[in-house]
């Protein structure tokens, strides 16, 4: 048996608002869209399908419901500021090697945007 593909749900009470954070902020390109569901994926990516199991986020944090790595933090840091969208946990350097913030999403989960 192999994993092939590991997707989390994040429950909304209106799908299609999705579409402003994810696609519009994070890029990612609207896969499947049956109205109860939306997908978003980032096309042309080869990635290893993961899952995280924490009891923290680092550094105190929560565990976000997400980690999304982007090639460039810094400059999804200023579209999420231009934009007005809550960041619970500012731009940061960790000392494990990441640049990383903390955003809400439209339905308040807590995403956590890096790169390496």
Do not use: C
Not at 9 to 25: C, E, H, I, M, R
Not at 35 to 53: D, H, K
């Amino acid at each position: 048996m192999a994993v092939k593909r590991i997707v989390s749900n994040l429950y909304a009470p209106d799908p299609k608002a999705a579409s402003a954070f994810y696609a519009d902020l994070l890029g990612l390109e609207l896969m499947m869209d049956h109205g109860w569901i939306l997908t978003f994926a980032a096309q042309g990516q080869t990635a290893m399908p993961q899952v995280g199991v924490a009891s923290e986020g680092g550094n105190g944090t929560p565990v976000p419901v997400l980690s999304i790595e982007v090639d460039d933090v810094d400059a999804v840091y200023a579209q999420a500021r231009e934009k007005g969208v809550e960041v619970v946990y500012d731009i940061t350097d960790e000392p494990w090697g990441v640049r990383r913030f903390y955003l809400r999403d439209p339905f308040g989960n807590v995403i956590n945007i890096l790169s390496h």
